[in-house]
């Protein structure tokens, strides 16, 4: 499997929702009458679920197994990832044309379905496999498959015209959590671990037992942080705010073993490796601790209540934390040569992320008050730009390494 052609394959898509990100954002502050706002967003949603994210996991998750057990045959993943990403351009060109119609569900449910089925192929395969990592990726492709049932009740809703704004609210967020603190967050975790494995630097089945139980314990009843804007009996708010305490204490946890070995990260880690580390830690550590603050209730009627801390928050997550730390894993595959050119890419890249994140994290404080920035939405554009050029760069200099 040409996994080198896959990978850059994955930042080419990266570079495509930038390029929306960049329409979208100018569509905001000057007239572009070819396209529709609202199809643009849900083009920009699920193209960076399933074109980018999605695709690159699996390619990144097919190059693990590769490693642990070179036995597997790897050929029907990439029939998957072929069907992911013809769903995903599938969702691109309709959701773009038209927002949320029958060929748009066709192809969103096209790419649910090619991840049940590598739920399964990788359910199956891991029986052959003996490594820490293993069970997260377990657990991030089973919540990948449980979230399915926000999108279908979405696709019900919407082709039969019957919305129910509340139950429309609740599948969409059920859904999110589910990719983002799901599937995303413990498949980059299994990414990590592996990564600090190969460094020299194995996490104790013990430890990583527990670790596992307290985030995904955490994650199950955390989706009921996504309904706190519903009125919810006291037990079940109890529940939840345990959950919550269990995701924070793992996540201490995962951050002292991470703090243990960074001897072994020093000596094996090239120095922006192990900078792009501590970005991906600081935007972490501020979701845990934001999701800690939203069992307040006047926190959480603030953040369901302005646009601008829903955004700020969901490019935290999504942004500054998963993608991030996928470009990362995508650049310590090997496979690249490394240039100063990309190296430029990068710092770009992460400059461009930390100012997106800081202007709409002020946004959205100042929007408490009703204050409004002046022309936030021309810098958010300028911002944009940057991140869209930063992606162009590092997309033209992946260079594959010459096989010796």
Not at 50 to 62: D, E, H, K, Q, R
Not at 76 to 88: D, H, P, T
Not at 197 to 202: F, L, Q, R, T
Not at 221 to 233: D, R
Request: net charge positive.
């Amino acid at each position: 499997m040409h996994r080198t052609f896959w990978l850059k394959f994955s930042v080419f898509n990266f570079f495509l929702v930038a390029l929306l990100g960049v329409i979208m954002r100018y569509k905001i502050q000057f007239s572009f009458p070819y396209l529709d706002q609202k199809h643009l967003q849900e083009a920009h949603s699920h193209f960076a679920f399933y074109g980018w994210i999605t695709n690159v996991l699996y390619v990144l998750i097919v190059h693990y197994i590769s490693k642990v057990n070179p036995l597997v045959k790897l050929r029907k993943y990439e029939y998957l990832i072929v069907i992911n990403l013809a769903a995903s351009f599938a969702m691109l060109g309709t959701f773009i044309y038209g927002g949320y119609f029958w060929a748009s569900i066709v192809a969103s449910t096209t790419a649910l379905l090619a991840s049940f089925v590598f739920c399964y192929f990788f359910v199956v395969d891991a029986r052959k496999i003996q490594d820490a990592s293993k069970i997260w990726f377990l657990a991030g492709l089973f919540f990948a498959v449980i979230s399915s049932i926000g999108v279908f009740n979405l696709a019900y809703m919407m082709s039969s015209k019957n919305i129910n704004q509340d139950l429309y609210l609740a599948s969409e967020y059920y859904f999110l959590h589910f990719q983002y603190n799901g599937f995303f967050i413990f498949s980059c975790i299994g990414l990590l671990l592996y990564s600090m494995k190969e460094a020299g630097s194995p996490i104790s089945a013990k430890k990583n037992k527990l670790l596992f139980w307290l985030m995904f314990f955490g994650c199950l009843i955390g989706v009921g942080l996504s309904f706190l804007w519903m009125k919810l009996p006291a037990m079940i708010f109890a529940v939840i705010v345990l959950g919550t305490l269990g995701q924070t204490a793992g996540a201490i946890i995962l951050y002292g073993f991470v703090k243990k070995s960074w001897t072994s990260l020093v000596l094996k880690w090239s120095p922006m490796q192990r900078f792009v580390l501590l970005f991906v830690g600081f935007a972490f550590a501020v979701k845990i601790a934001l999701q800690l603050g939203s069992n307040i209730p006047a926190v959480n009627q603030f953040a369901f209540g302005f646009r601008n801390v829903v955004i700020a928050y969901l490019h935290l997550v999504l942004l500054m934390c998963i993608a991030t730390f996928l470009v990362n894993q995508i650049l310590a595959t090997n496979f690249f040569t490394i240039s100063k050119t990309l190296l430029l890419g990068l710092k770009l890249f992460l400059l461009g992320i930390f100012l997106n994140e800081l202007l709409l994290g002020l946004m959205g404080i100042f929007s408490i008050k009703y204050i409004s920035i002046p022309y936030a939405n021309h810098f958010l554009l300028y911002i944009s730009l940057l991140i869209f050029v930063a992606l162009l760069i590092i997309f033209i200099n992946l260079k594959t390494k010459k096989q010796n």
